[in-house]
């Protein structure tokens, strides 16, 4: 079954969600990730960078056996460029 981020249903007026990247994120050390899986957002996880920056787990398009890391708004602007490709 598909699960949803807080920022997903934030940022596209969803009517529900499953976790919140942000409550995770908080609990992580520098440098740290954790594997959740947000359908919505298609990212893979979320990650504190060192200088402490959220960051989320993306596959590469161009790459599809590597994972990049992006903001959070840099996700979302992905996604909305998405739907406005067809």
């Keep these: 079954m598909a699960e949803f981020s807080k920022q997903y249903q934030e940022n596209f007026d969803f009517d529900w969600h499953d976790f919140d990247y942000k409550e995770i994120f908080n609990k992580l050390q520098k440098n740290q ?3 959740v899986i947000c359908e919505g957002l298609g990212t893979l996880g979320v990650a504190k960078s060192d200088e402490g920056e ?7 398009e161009e790459e ?6 992006k903001t959070l708004s840099d996700v979302v602007d992905l996604v909305r460029n998405e ?4």
């Design 33 to 35: 990730y954790y594997p």
């Design 54 to 60: 959220m960051l989320l787990a993306i596959q590469s």
């Design 64 to 69: 599809p056996d590597m994972v990049i890391w």
């Design 83 to 86: 739907g406005n490709s067809d």
